[in-house]
């Protein structure tokens, strides 16, 4: 049997792979994925204008439930990475912004992504990484489209289980 051509169990072995590379990462810079991905969600939104987003709207965003997120954003805040904009409490919509410290750190980690994320780093050119980056969106659109399609599942949501690695969404400022 022919396993060289399954590309989607590739994409499982690599994950694996990418997610160790990930894990170093974010442990030299003191953050997990989530964290990152929450922090680099909370600059995108300040830097932009937009609303401090509701946990609600952070679970959307990172593809994380919202009773994970719940627990990851109570540990930012702990952590004075984060702060809510109100009082927090079952079906009371807070804002989280980010705090000097939470901007701090993530200004810390990204050029530790960025430098784990180079063409070089994957063993690729510029192209080839562009190339690579357009057909995983794809692959996961699809993918991910057809699973809520016979589901009925909200797009996007993922086992609380299952890690979720770097978001791709670079820090401004």
Do not use: C
Not at 88 to 103: K, V
Not at 111 to 130: C, H, K, S, Y
């Amino acid at each position: 049997m022919p396993y060289d051509d399954v590309p989607l169990w590739e994409l499982i072995q690599t994950s694996h792979v990418v997610a160790r590379g990930f894990h170093r990462v974010f442990a030299e810079a003191g953050l997990t994925a989530t964290q990152f991905g929450v922090l680099a969600e909370l600059d995108d939104r300040e830097s932009t204008g937009g609303p401090a987003p509701s946990q609600a709207e952070l679970a959307r965003v990172t593809l994380l439930r919202p009773q994970s997120v719940g627990e990851l954003v109570a540990s930012l805040v702990e952590r004075g990475l984060v702060r809510r904009d109100g009082p927090a409490g079952r079906g009371r919509r807070t804002g989280l912004e980010l705090t000097d410290a939470g901007r701090g750190a993530l200004h810390r980690a990204f050029p530790l992504v960025q430098a784990f994320n180079t063409p070089t780093a994957m063993g690729l050119d510029a192209g080839e990484a562009r190339e690579l980056t357009r057909m995983m969106r794809r692959v996961r659109e699809t993918l991910d489209g057809a699973e809520n399609a016979t589901s009925g599942k909200a797009a996007g949501r993922v086992d609380p289980e299952t890690p979720r690695e770097a978001t791709g969404t670079a820090p401004r400022g």
